[in-house]
């Protein structure tokens, strides 16, 4: 199976050409609203980054815009979390798909308690 094929059947997003990465919930990320979750907790949630989990067809990591907090925090910034696969090989079972979906839940769920978009809006609301 190639990489399209890969990501048409995981229901992952594949950007094309020569990339390897897939990405997951590309329509429903973790928007994070800086001055919303404040310093700490944003800073908290750049630590959580670094997790990665490796495995023999893949690896799953999430990233964002990493200018940092003095950057994004402004009332009308609003980054994002987007969780990412890099595929190694893309012949995978229905096992190694289901277990790579999980994979990319669980990395997802690090950082569900900074998705702050509600923040954003309440502040784009005061601007308009």
Same mark, same amino acid.
């Given at each position: 199976?190639?990489?399209?094929?890969?990501?048409?059947?995981?229901?992952?997003?594949?950007?094309?050409?020569?990339?390897?990465?897939?990405? *997951?919930?590309?329509?429903?990320? @973790?928007?994070?609203?800086?001055?919303?979750?404040?310093?700490?907790?944003?800073?908290?949630?750049?630590?959580?980054?670094?997790?990665? @989990?490796?495995?023999?067809?893949?690896?799953? *990591?999430?990233?964002?815009?990493?200018?940092?907090?003095?950057?994004?925090?402004?009332?009308?910034?609003?980054?994002?979390?987007?969780?990412?696969?890099?595929?190694?090989?893309?012949?995978?079972?229905?096992?190694? @798909?289901?277990?790579?979906?999980?994979?990319?839940?669980? @990395?997802?769920?690090?950082?569900?308690?900074?998705?702050?978009?509600?923040?954003?809006?309440?502040?784009?609301?005061?601007?308009?």
């Amino acid at each position: 199976m190639n990489i399209t094929e890969l990501a048409e059947k995981s229901g992952l997003t594949f950007d094309g050409g020569e990339d390897t990465r897939l990405f *997951y919930d590309d329509n429903d990320r @973790i928007y994070v609203h800086a001055p919303t979750i404040g310093e700490t907790s944003y800073r908290e949630m750049e630590t959580k980054l670094d997790r990665v @989990i490796d495995r023999e067809k893949y690896c799953v *990591y999430a990233w964002n815009d990493c200018s940092g907090f003095e950057y994004w925090n402004s009332p009308l910034e609003l980054n994002y979390v987007q969780v990412t696969v890099e595929v190694k090989n893309s012949d995978m079972s229905d096992v190694e @798909i289901d277990q790579m979906l999980l994979d990319c839940e669980d @990395i997802k769920e690090d950082f569900y308690e900074y998705h702050s978009i509600k923040g954003y809006l309440s502040e784009l609301g005061k601007a308009v």
